[in-house]
């Protein structure tokens, strides 16, 4: 690990991406390549019957890149983890340019064809790094239409919060100054009758205070519910879960 944790990490622009297709009821393999693609979370996956009548396998993700912009996919999200980038004491986030481009690949199981279509970039501002998607998990591998992301500004540190309607192409955002909140986590309420009836919940870090909060916002809204004071200096952290017991 001489040389940093991103060791095994690295973005081959020219190399293809390989997805494979594995039926769980006969274990038949159907195989695509397509145009290289930096890509570490999905959104969701779910199976679908298009107007001809033939099954596709849609998969959505968040990928660092910008399609009106090759250049920018040339970075690597793992350079920052580089020792000499760690090692200089400003981890030069804001010389990097991630933008992201959240995006659709759709399989057909039929023909064998798949297709990749780019989500509007409907945020506020453009140059974010929006990555960590969560959804409603009643809603995993299911037809879906919200997402909940972390939308990181490498400029200015600022990490706030996304809701991304993917089926009407428009977005709720939430972020204050000097804020900076980890991956939403959906709690879905009592009995919901709605994909966003529920509250979203995150570990929040106040670089202002020095202090670790805990944030609920309402999922359909965006709007803040409560925030609790943490007892403790919580380090910022990546991933989250919620578990009902």
Known sequence: LSSGINAEYGYRPDKPLYIDLISLATGHVTHYELDP??????????????????????MDFPTAADPHDPS?????????????????????????QWNTTLRR?????????????????????????????YINPEYMGKPYCFC??????????????IKYDVCREVVVQWSE?????????????????GEDDGMIVAPVYDSIKGESLFYVWNAATLEVE?????????????????FNQ
Not at 123 to 132: A, I, K, N, Q, S
Not at 184 to 189: E, I
């Open 226 to 242: 409560a925030v609790y004071s943490g007892r403790a200096h919580v380090p910022f952290n990546i991933h989250g879960m919620w």
């Open 37 to 58: 693609q930096k890509a570490v979370h999905i959104m969701n996956s779910f199976e679908r019957v298009n107007e001809a009548g033939q099954l596709e396998v849609v």
């Open 105 to 133: 690949f759709v399989m057909n199981l039929e023909t064998g064809v798949a297709t990749v279509t780019d989500m509007p970039r409907v945020w506020e501002p453009l140059d974010l790094l929006v990555e960590f998607p």
């Open 148 to 161: 909940y992301l972390q939308g990181w500004h490498m400029g200015t540190m600022m990490m706030g919060l």
């Open 72 to 96: 920018i996919s040339a970075h690597c999200q793992f350079d920052v983890l580089s020792v000499g980038i760690l090692e200089n004491g400003t981890q030069a986030y804001d010389e990097l």
């Open 177 to 193: 100054a000097g804020k900076h909140a980890s991956e939403p986590v959906f709690v879905p309420a009592p009995g919901s009758q």
